[in-house]
T-cell receptor
């Protein structure tokens, strides 16, 4: 079964500084990979996704992520964070077993705090 | 013009009651899902439906039953509610069974008292 690990429960970054959120996955075949953001009391917003092709994926709000098969990683980056980026970030892996959709398996999330 | 809409947004109910959460998508997607987010914000899939067929059914209590009257709707019915059912429930849909164009609803916060 697939799994997703987000090793950092909390990360604190100064406004304007760069950001990297780590995500490692375990999956036997080529995964579908996603990053979602959730603001307090809100739903899930898709930041970006990787299905195939270019391993560097551009998303919304200035975020990007790089798929590294050799490291089983899909880390999320942003060159300069804004106070509005404070939120919970989830990495997820999707699978397709051939018999139908298996849904998304989520990591436990990383809580991003922005310092002024 | 909401793509995946859930109702109600908030639901407070007493233990032992039966309740339903409705979900509708206007994207023409083939597959719909229900996810549960617990108090620690952990998200886990509960069910998915593809063309009105249940594809997966995670080990959730049989008090939870998904009902899909048509491809655009997947409702979640919960019998005999327990305190531990308090959570945020998200509906989602995807373009096909490969999980493309995944879209989530805004969630339903269920509180059992």
């Amino acid at each position: 079964a697939q799994s997703v690990t987000q090793p950092d429960i909390h990360i604190t970054v100064s406004e304007g500084a760069s950001l990297e959120l780590r995500c490692n996955y375990s999956y036997g075949a080529t995964p579908y990979l996603f990053w979602y953001v959730q603001s307090p009391g809100q739903g899930l917003q898709l930041l970006l996704k990787y299905f195939s092709g270019d391993t560097l994926v551009q998303g919304i709000k200035g975020f990007e992520a790089e798929f590294k098969r050799s490291q089983s990683s899909f880390n999320l980056r942003k060159p300069s964070v804004h106070w509005s980026d404070a939120a919970e970030y989830f990495c997820a892996v999707g699978s397709y077993s051939g018999g139908g959709a298996d849904g998304l398996t989520f990591g436990k999330g990383t809580h991003l705090i922005i310092q002024p | 013009d909401t793509a995946v809409s859930q109702t109600p947004k908030y639901l407070v109910t007493q233990m032992g009651n039966d309740k339903s959460i409705k979900c509708e998508q206007n994207l023409g997607h083939d597959t719909m899902y229900w996810y549960k987010q617990d108090s620690k914000k952990f998200l886990k899939i509960m069910f998915s439906y593809n063309n009105k067929e249940l594809i997966i059914n995670e080990t959730v209590p049989n008090r939870f039953s998904p009902k899909s009257p048509d491809k655009a709707h997947l409702n979640l019915h919960i019998n005999s509610l327990e305190l531990g059912d308090s959570a945020v429930y998200f509906c989602a849909s995807s373009q096909d069974h490969r999980g493309r164009s995944y879209t989530f609803g805004s969630g339903t916060r269920l509180t059992v008292v």
